[in-house]
């Protein structure tokens, strides 16, 4: 897949791929932008740690996934109303 507004994938990172995944991976979501809700499509888990309630998204690749591009827009968009 080449470079784009949806999809840029940077194998010269030092931590590329920060997730293991086959096929394409997608760094345009390097941060992701759903870290913030508990209701992402992902699959991100809670953990405690020093008393509070942490999302760990380590096992999570939905982001970097390509075909995903649409729905975490999507997802964005919601959060906006």
């Known amino acids: 897949m080449d470079n ?5 994938e940077n194998r010269e990172c030092e931590y590329f791929p920060c997730h293991k995944l086959d096929g ?11 870290y913030q809700y508990e209701d992402c499509p992902g699959t991100g888990t809670y953990v405690e740690k020093d008393g509070r309630r942490v999302k760990v998204c380590t096992d999570c690749d939905f982001p970097h ?6 729905e975490v ?8 109303k």
């Open 24 to 34: 394409d991976f997608n760094c345009l979501f390097c941060y992701c932008p759903m």
């Open 73 to 80: 827009i999507e997802f964005l968009r919601s959060k906006r």
């Open 65 to 70: 996934k390509p075909e995903n591009y649409g």
């Open 4 to 8: 784009s507004c949806k999809f840029f």
